[in-house]
Each structure stands twice: as C-alpha cells, then as structure tokens.
C-alpha cells in the first residue's frame, strides 16, 4: 500500500508559487514567462483591479533621489517604505514617455513576448511580475546604465517639429530633373552655361536631398507656401503621419486582445493536458495492480458465508 501511494504520488503535478517563478525569472530571459488570461468575470475584475492597486500605484521620484535611496540600502541604512513602483522622471521628461522607454526595455532587453498581455492578465504572478520589472528598470535607470537611445515620440510633437522644421527651411522647389533654378536675376550664368549642365556635381552646384524634395505639379504653377508647410521632411503629410501612428496604436491594442485569448486557450490546453496524464497515470497504476495479482481490499476482507459447511460436522 505505501508502494502504492508512493506512485500516486509521482504522478501528481505541484505548480510553483509565485515567489518560485518570480525567483526562476530574475536575471533570466522572460521569453518563456506564460502571461496567464485576462478577467473573465465580475470578480475577477475586481480582485485584479485590487491586485493594480496594491502592488502597481505610481511613486513619481527623481534619478537622484532614488539613487540616494539605493546608496542607503547598500549601506544597510534604514530607508522609508515604498508602497507603490519607483517612476524616475528626468528633467522635461513626461510619465507617458518613461512609460514608453519601460514598455521598449521589457520588450527588447528582457525579451517578454508581450507587456500589453501581461498588464491585462488576472494572475497575481503576472502583476508582481511587472513591479520587480518596475523596480529593476528604475535601478538601472538611476545608476545611469540604460543604453540611450530615441525616445518614442507623440504624433503631435512630430507633427509640430515637422512642420517647424519645414516653415525654418522651405523645400525649394525642383524642375523635373532634380535641378534647381535659378533667380529670376541671373541672366549672367544661364546665358555661360547650357541648362544640361545646371545643377551638376562637377559645377560644385549644393544638391539638395531627395528626404528634403517635394512633389511638384508637371506645370509648377500652383506650387504655394501652403502646400509646402502641410509636408514634413520625408516628404509625408502631417494628417497621413498622424492617422498612421493612430492605426499602429490600434493594431498594437488589437494584437495585445488576440494575445490574451492565445494565453487563455494555452492555459486550457494545459488543464486539459494534464487531466490526460492524471488519468493515464492512474490506468497505468491499475494495469500494474492487476498484473502483480493484486487482490482488491473488499474482497480479502469479506466476511465468511454462513451457509457453507462446518467442517467440523462433516
């Protein structure tokens, strides 16, 4: 029987806590970190909205005073308790900006498959996954060890800088051949050279580049400053460029929703797949049962039938 209950016993599948994943997770690799699903129901809804609370509230906080702080708990100084995560704001620095270098360093340096799924999902592992990422951000934020790079930037900012730059330095305005004319004044130089030649490398003509041309009409007529100020450097409308970051945006939304349905179905799948090895293991051990000769407890503990013969009276 102790044989027995120690078979059982192997076949039974113990999930790690939070604290183990948590403890697997650090310093590794987060490509294989499973993002559990989303609220399905009212209380759902409501125990992870408490999760958010609890582990997630904001505590705005300066580089050097963080950094300050991480000196003390080096030295084992006593520090005042941080209730909520750690958001380091440089100077002219906004929240959604660091939010947007966060989101780029967990997707690009620990390699999570998906932060929009995590901040979605219902499982306590996925919220206190996300402050340690917090907390680990904001430390190497503070110590001046993240790789620098461009920050994301609103379509409104680009838009406004776009169009500065442009109203700074129109485009001139190019014939079809890429030459650049010349001022109505000149008569001296258009009268030296052939027009084939204007605007060549070899004359020491500035060329301008192509980023910075316009299209321009056939005829070149109703080529107005307005119409040049709607361009930006690349030569794309301010209201395309911004419709397009829109469409991103919602195409990043629509992928983190397919995302937590993929998780859902996955951690079904593995339900599902673990019942199955439950019930194989349990069949395994009685076909094992039945080949030792195993006789069942009810039977060898079945009381003797009165009717049969005494031997004694025999």
């Not at 906004?94 to 989101?103: I, K, L, P, R």
């Not at 930037?153 to 109203?167: D, F, Y």
């Not at 650049?180 to 027009?195: L, W, Y």
Request: hydrophobic residues 35%; glycine residues 6%; aromatic residues 4%.
């Amino acid at each position: 029987m102790t044989a027995t209950l120690e078979r059982q016993r192997d076949y039974v599948f113990t999930p790690p806590s939070v604290e183990e994943r948590l403890r697997q997770a650090a310093g590794q690799t987060l490509a294989t970190w499973v993002i559990g699903h989303g609220p399905k129901t009212p209380e759902e809804v409501v125990s992870c909205q408490a999760l958010r609370e609890r582990y997630l509230e904001p505590h705005l906080t300066t580089q050097s005073q963080y950094k300050a702080r991480l000196d003390m708990q080096a030295r084992g100084a006593p520090v005042p308790p941080m209730k909520g995560i750690p958001i380091l704001l440089l100077a002219g620095e906004t929240a959604s900006e660091e939010d947007d270098a966060f989101v780029h360093w967990v997707h690009y340096v620990r390699r999570l498959s998906n932060i929009f799924a995590l901040r979605a999902s219902a499982h306590a592992a996925d919220v206190r996954l996300e402050r340690k990422l917090w907390y680990d951000y904001a430390k190497l934020k503070a110590r001046g060890q993240l790789r620098k790079r461009t920050r994301y930037a609103s379509a409104t900012k680009v838009a406004a800088s776009a169009g500065q730059s442009v109203t700074n330095n129109p485009p001139t305005r190019t014939t079809s051949g890429g030459e650049r004319p010349r001022p109505r004044d000149d008569h001296g130089h258009d009268a030296q050279k052939p027009p084939k030649h204007m605007g060549s490398l070899a004359e020491g003509v500035p060329q301008i580049p192509m980023s910075f041309q316009t299209q321009v009409s056939r005829h070149g007529i109703d080529d107005t400053h307005a119409h040049r100020a709607k361009s930006v450097a690349a030569g794309v409308p301010v209201e395309a460029h911004e419709k397009l970051v829109l469409e991103v945006k919602g195409l990043q939304e629509a992928l983190g929703k397919s995302q937590c349905m993929l998780d859902a179905m996955q951690s079904r799948l593995q339900a599902i797949e673990q019942a199955q090895t439950r019930s194989e293991a349990q069949l395994d051990l009685l076909i094992r049962l039945q080949q030792s000769g195993a006789v069942p407890l009810s039977s060898a503990q079945a009381p003797p039938s009165s009717h049969g013969k005494d031997p004694g009276t025999a």
